[in-house]
């Protein structure tokens, strides 16, 4: 019988203890990235619940957002927008400032990214808080995105991201959970 999903994934997403800093366990997906089997079962994983409803784009955050968000695109026939740190972006842009840990950063999106009326999936590697997540949904909204789901290889259901998500009315998909920070 073939290996779960979950089953795989716990087995190629590296846990890095004590990064950035003491006490955070880094969820390192570039492990996962490197295994060709676990990327195309995760891509297809993702994908599966968005074939033939007529997604439009594929938003992938900056960075690892990028890389599954391209894949994803790609399976869907589905174009590509990426949500970038500030100061990325050569064209006239939205922009929202949103919380971290320490202090606030801004995240930017092309303002002619959305049509209004555009079914839009959202896609990142990890939710952790919700707060990176949350800033592209309001992004997407303001420029007239029909964010139909938010999806995820990783949650971190401790932090409560999945709900801050949920709360705009965005439904969210990830693949593995993760106990703790
Ligand atoms: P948050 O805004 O708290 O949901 O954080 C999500 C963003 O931070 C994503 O882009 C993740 O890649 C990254 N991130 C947060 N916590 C972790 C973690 N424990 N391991 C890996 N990446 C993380």
């Given amino acids: 019988m073939e290996e779960s999903l979950t089953k795989e994934l716990s087995n190629v997403i ?3 203890q004590d990064y950035p ?3 955070i366990v880094f ?3 570039t492990t996962l990235l490197q295994d060709a089997r676990a990327f195309r079962r995760s891509v297809d994983a993702l ?4 074939i033939g409803i007529g997604l439009d784009q594929v938003a992938g955050i900056e960075a690892r957002g990028f890389i599954l968000g391209g894949a994803i695109a790609h399976q869907l026939t589905a174009g590509f927008i990426p949500v970038r740190k500030k100061g990325k972006l050569p064209g ?3 922009n929202i400032a949103y919380s971290l840990e320490y202090g606030v950063d801004e995240m930017e999106m092309h303002r002619d990214a959305v049509s209004p009326g555009d079914k839009v ?3 990142d590697d990890l939710i952790a808080t919700g707060g990176t997540a949350e800033a592209a949904v309001k992004l997407l909204k303001e420029l007239g995105a029909d964010v139909i789901a938010a999806c995820f290889v990783i949650d ?3 932090l409560g991201g999945r709900k801050k998500i949920e709360s705009h009315g965005v439904p969210v998909r990830t693949l593995i ?3 703790g920070e």
């Fill in 21 to 23: 800093k003491p006490g």
């Fill in 177 to 179: 959970e993760f106990e």
């Fill in 47 to 50: 994908v599966h619940p968005y």
């Fill in 92 to 94: 006239e842009k939205v």
């Fill in 27 to 29: 969820r390192d997906v």
């Fill in 14 to 16: 590296r846990a890095i």
């Fill in 156 to 158: 971190l259901p401790d």
């Fill in 121 to 123: 999936l959202l896609v």
